[in-house]
């Protein structure tokens, strides 16, 4: 069954392929711009048939979406001639990690590279007048809220479904950092600088502190 897909996959891509060619010697359309494409997509469209087989091949969407990403961008530089359709790549990679976590919920790091694909899609979609100090907001409220959807998540531990808490901290440290960078952007912050470094500084030092209380905490247990 698994000769038989490949085989009527690789005969769509020589067939597509095929017609490409011909009517490009018959000057109806340039290959060169499709073929690309073609061969993107029905490379994606493998990974991804190989994803909806079974649930053993999860990892199969990510492969699957940065290919369909590919065609997608190429596609869009040729009709658009745009730099935006590097978004998609991001949009499509977001979906692919999407689908891993959907498909085993186990997978909750998963939603990690997924957020930071889309929040990167975002990014590269602003328009150039917005450049600068609105994109790192974006990039960095978009990565707190990442982590704060990642403390929404069940995550299975001692055979029960609970969530976590370490991802608040990260969360709370990118969210005030974008604030800074979206206050700064509409010129109502002065000392930004300032604050950008102080806020790092008790970042780091709250992460210090909460690795310390995890470890002696873990130690207490073990001892007690």
Do not use: C
């Amino acid at each position: 069954m698994k000769s038989a897909n490949t085989s009527i996959i690789t005969g769509v891509i020589l067939i597509a392929v095929g017609v490409l060619l011909l009517l490009d010697l018959l000057d109806v359309i340039e290959s060169a711009a499709y073929v690309p494409i073609v061969i993107f997509a029905a490379v994606g469209a493998v990974f991804v048939s190989l994803f909806i087989r079974g649930r053993e091949f999860w990892w199969a969407a990510i492969p699957g979406s940065v290919f369909l990403g590919l065609a997608a961008v190429v596609a869009a530089t040729q009709l658009t001639g745009g730099g935006a359709g590097a978004a998609f790549l991001f949009l499509f990679m977001a979906a692919g990690f999407a689908a891993v976590y959907l498909r085993q919920p186990d997978n909750w790091w998963a939603v990690i590279p997924g957020g930071v694909m889309f929040t990167l899609a975002l990014v590269v979609a602003l328009p150039p007048q917005v450049q600068g100090m609105p994109t790192a907001a974006v990039l960095f409220l978009g990565l707190a809220a990442t982590f704060g959807v990642l403390s929404l998540v069940p995550v299975p531990a001692a055979g029960q479904a609970g969530r976590m808490k370490w991802p608040l901290i990260p969360a709370a440290v990118l969210a005030v950092l974008g604030v800074i960078f979206a206050l700064q952007s509409t010129v109502l912050l002065l000392a930004a600088d300032f604050v950008v470094v102080a806020v790092m500084i008790l970042a780091g030092t709250a992460l210090l502190v909460y690795a310390f209380r995890a470890r002696h905490g873990g130690q207490d247990k073990a001892h007690g």
